[in-house]
């Protein structure tokens, strides 16, 4: 059994989660009506995996027959300058969410909640994959600034992500 504070800071992870899904499927539309369809397959995978990492933490606080709190998701921008302002936006995003997972490790260690603590190591490691994935796309959107052809191509990539 993991404790209510606990309990609370992962539901407020979940929403955290669940906005973040809702920004990508956001960027995704945005993105798509831009006529940018790689990017926009990019951030529409992004929304899945999101969606999966809300129903991890739900399901960890289901086992631990904690009770699963819902909030409301706050709306997302509607509109992106560029494809360039876009990720950018994404890693700010994803090193705000970074934080928000150290500070519920913090507080699993105050804890002495050695469950907690593994189920949040997996969170940390992927925000590091998450956050080089951003960066490497900031860079090749960068490289391409000026060049529809560059351009052109950089979408071309990101629409294979699988
Ligand atoms: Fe859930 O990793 Fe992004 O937000």
Redesign the pocket.
């Known amino acids: 059994m993991i404790s209510d504070r606990t309990t609370k800071e992962i539901n407020a992870q979940i929403n955290?989660?669940l906005y973040?899904a809702y920004l990508y499927l956001a960027m995704s539309s945005d993105a798509m009506y831009k006529g940018f369809k790689g990017a926009a397959a990019w951030f529409a995978v992004?929304f899945q995996?999101?969606q999966g990492?809300a129903l991890r933490f739900v399901k960890y606080l289901q086992d631990q027959n904690a009770k699963v709190e819902l909030g409301a998701i706050a709306a997302p921008k509607k509109e992106w300058k560029d494809l360039l302002d876009m990720f950018q936006a994404t890693l700010a995003?994803?090193k705000g969410?970074t934080a928000s997972l150290g500070k519920l490790m913090v507080l699993a260690a105050a804890e002495k909640d050695f469950a907690t603590q593994g189920l949040l190591q997996w969170?940390i490691n992927?925000?590091v994959e998450?956050e080089a994935n951003d960066a490497e796309v900031i860079w090749m959107l960068e490289m391409a600034s000026g060049s529809k052809g560059a351009l052109f191509m950089a979408d071309k990539k990101l629409g294979d992500r699988k």
């Open positions: 955290r989660e973040s992004q995996e999101e990492h995003h994803e969410i969170f992927e925000q998450e």
